[in-house]
Nanobody, 123 residues
Framework: QVQLVESGGGLVQAGDSVRLSCAAS????????MGWFRQAPGKEREFVAA????????NYADSVKGRSTISRDNAKNTVYLQMDSLKPEDTAVYYC????????????????WGQGTQVTVSS
């Protein structure tokens, strides 16, 4: 089993940056591709970014491309999402997800999910 715990959310102002972390633990915590998804109020959950195992490949949603970076520290089983130039439309609950090795943008391909961390961007 895999447990995922997100951290790093909070209330920020437009133009600020935020760094989200997701720590994986459990017997199957190695060799995981990791993804970030978000869900804004009244909207469906959407893909944000993903990184494969061991980290050579990444993928980003168009809405965050160029101002976000996903990275990982395999020794710590932790993935990070750095988001810069934040906009009010980035306000959402951000979820970390994991699956074996290969990244995908499809949320139903991820069997493991964290509880989410709120990011609120004020204008």
């Amino acid at each position: 089993q895999v447990q995922l715990v997100e951290s790093g959310g909070g209330l920020v102002q437009a133009g600020d940056s935020v760094r989200l972390s997701c720590a994986a633990s459990g017997r199957s915590a190695g060799l995981l591709a990791m993804g970030w998804f978000r869900q804004a109020p009244g909207k469906e959950r959407e893909f944000v970014a993903a990184i494969n195992w061991p980290g050579a490949r990444t993928n980003y949603a168009d809405s965050v491309k160029g101002r976000s970076t996903i990275s990982r520290d395999n020794a710590k089983n932790t993935v990070y999402l750095q988001m810069d130039s934040l906009k009010p439309e980035d306000t959402a609950v951000y979820y970390c997800a994991a699956r074996p090795i290969l990244l995908t943008t499809l949320e139903n391909e991820y069997p493991h999910w964290g509880q989410g961390t709120q990011v609120t961007v004020s204008s």
